[in-house]
C-alpha cells in the first residue's frame, strides 16, 4: 500500500500527553469488580500519581465463552476510582456504542485493540463516531506485523479529525513468537516513529512478554529505543485475575520492575557530552561514506565478473565460492569481535545484491 507521506502527520504534530515522559499506563487487564479496581489503582496512585488508569470492560477474547468483561457497568467503576484516586482512565473500545458510552461514562482516554486494528471497516466506525471529540485515542497494532494496516488506522483516526492519536505497541503474533506471546518486532515500531515523530508511542510490554520474567528487559529496551512510555498490566492480585493471569504484576512487583529500569532522554543539554557525541558521529559519517564506495566498488566488480560468466556460459550463482566468500569473512569478523548473526545477514543482503547486477548486466539481457 502506498503511504502518503506528511499530511496526517502535520496534524500530529504537538506531543499531548500531559506529563514528562515516560508515560504510564498500569492498571489491570479486566474491571472485575469495584473492589478489584480500587485495590489496584490506590498502590498505583501511592506510587505513580501522574498513571493513567486502565482497564478493559469489553475483552475481545479469541474464543467464546471465556470472560468477556464486564461491560457498560464497569466503566462508572473505573471512571469513579479514578475521581478517588486522581488517576486518568484508559478503556478499550471496539464499536461506536462503546464509544458513547465510555465518553457518557466520563472516561478519560480510550483504546483500540490489536483485533480492532486489523479490521478497517471497525475502524473506520470508531473514527466515524468519534468525529469532533476532543477525547486521545491509541492504537494498537494489528495481531500480524503489517506496518501499513497498523498506519491506515492511524490514518482514518486522524482524518477525522481527532488530533490526539497516539499508537501503541503490543508485539506481533508469528508462526514463531520466540519466547515471546506477541514478539516485539522493535523495527516495526521504530519505523512507526519515524513516520510519525511526534505521535505518543507506548510499549504495551505485557502482550509482548506474555509473563512477568521477560518485562524487565523489555521496559529496559523500550526505554533505550526512545518510546514514550510503558503499559503494564497490573493487578492487585494476578493469580485470581479473570483475564490474561499469567502476565499480570501486583503493585510491588510494579515498583521493584520501575526502579530497576534506567530511564534515558533522546538528548542532553550537557555541552561536552554534545562535543563529544558529534566528534564521534562525524568519525561514522566518514566510515558511511568510506563503506558505500567500497560496496559501489564491489559491485562494480560483481558486473565485471557477470560479463564474464555470460560470455563463457557459466552460471551466475557459484556455490562453492560463495561458501568460501563467507568462510573467509565470518573468520575475520570473529577475529574482530563482530557477532557472526550480523555478518551473515550482511554478506546474504551483499550476495543477493551481486546476483541481482549479474542477472540484469546488459550482456546477459541483450542475449
Ligand atoms: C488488552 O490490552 O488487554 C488487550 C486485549 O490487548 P490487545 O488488543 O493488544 O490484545
Ligand atoms: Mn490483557
Redesign the pocket.
Known amino acids: 500500500m502506498e503511504i502518503e507521506e506528511g499530511i496526517a502527520e502535520e496534524k500530529n504534530s504537538t506531543n499531548w500527553l500531559p506529563k514528562e515522559r515516560p508515560n504510564f499506563i498500569f492498571g489491570p ?2 474491571a472485575e469488580s469495584p473492589e478489584q479496581l480500587r485495590k489496584t489503582a490506590s498502590q498505583i496512585a501511592e506510587h505513580y500519581p501522574n498513571a493513567i488508569f ?1 482497564a ?1 470492560v469489553w ?2 477474547r479469541t474464543r467464546p465463552n471465556s470472560f468477556e468483561g464486564v461491560g457498560k457497568e464497569g466503566l462508572e467503576w473505573l471512571s469513579d476510582i479514578g475521581n478517588e484516586f486522581g488517576l486518568k482512565t484508559a478503556t ?1 473500545v471496539a464499536q461506536p456504542e462503546h464509544v458513547e458510552a465510555s465518553l457518557k461514562a466520563g472516561i478519560d482516554i480510550l ?7 486489523a479490521s478497517p471497516f471497525s475502524v473506520q466506525a470508531l473514527a466515524d463516531a468519534l468525529k469532533g471529540v476532543d477525547v486521545p485515542v491509541f492504537v ?2 494489528p ?1 500480524h506485523p503489517d506496518l501499513s494496516l497498523w498506519i491506515g488506522a492511524i490514518e482514518r483516526l486522524l482524518s477525522s479529525g481527532n488530533e490526539k492519536v497516539g499508537a ?1 505497541h ?2 506481533f503474533y508469528l508462526a514463531d513468537n520466540k519466547n515471546y506471546r ?1 514478539y516485539p518486532h522493535w523495527d516495526l515500531a521504530v519505523q512507526l516513529k519515524a513516520k510519525y515523530p511526534s505521535m505518543p508511542l507506548i510499549s ?1 510490554i ?2 509482548m512478554a506474555g509473563k512477568p520474567s521477560l518485562l524487565p528487559q523489555l521496559a529496559q529496551k523500550a526505554m533505550n529505543l526512545d518510546m514514550d512510555g510503558l ?1 503494564i ?1 497490573t493487578h492487585y492480585d494476578p493469580a485470581i485475575a479473570l ?2 493471569a499469567e502476565q499480570q504484576i501486583n503493585p510491588a512487583q510494579l515498583k521493584e520492575l520501575i526502579d530497576g529500569v534506567t530511564f534515558k532522554s533522546a538528548s542532553s543539554e550537557n555541552q561536552e557530552f554534545r562535543n563529544k557525541l558529534d566528534l564521534l558521529r562525524a568519525k561514522i559519517d566518514k566510515i558511511d561514506e568510506e563503506l558505500v564506495d567500497k560496496l559501489a566498488v564491489r559491485m562494480g566488480i560483481a558486473e565485471e565478473i557477470g560479463i564474464y560468466k555470460k560470455q563463457n556460459k557459466v552460471t551466475i550463482l557459484q556455490l562453492e565460492r560463495w561458501q568460501q566468500i563467507m568462510k573467509q569473512v565470518q573468520s575475520q569478523a570473529e577475529l574482530l569481535g563482530l557477532s557472526e548473526g550480523f555478518i551473515e545477514k550482511l554478506y546474504n543482503a551483499i550476495h543477493e545484491e551481486s546476483i541481482r547486477i549479474q542477472t540484469d548486466s546488459k550482456e546477459d539481457s541483450a542475449s
Do not use: F, Q, V, Y
Open positions: 487487564c479486566s486502565r478493559g475483552k475481545p478499550e483504546w483500540i485493540g490489536a483485533r480492532t486494528t494498537k497494532n495481531l501503541i503490543r508485539g506477541n504495551d505485557s502482550h503499559l498490566e483475564s490474561d
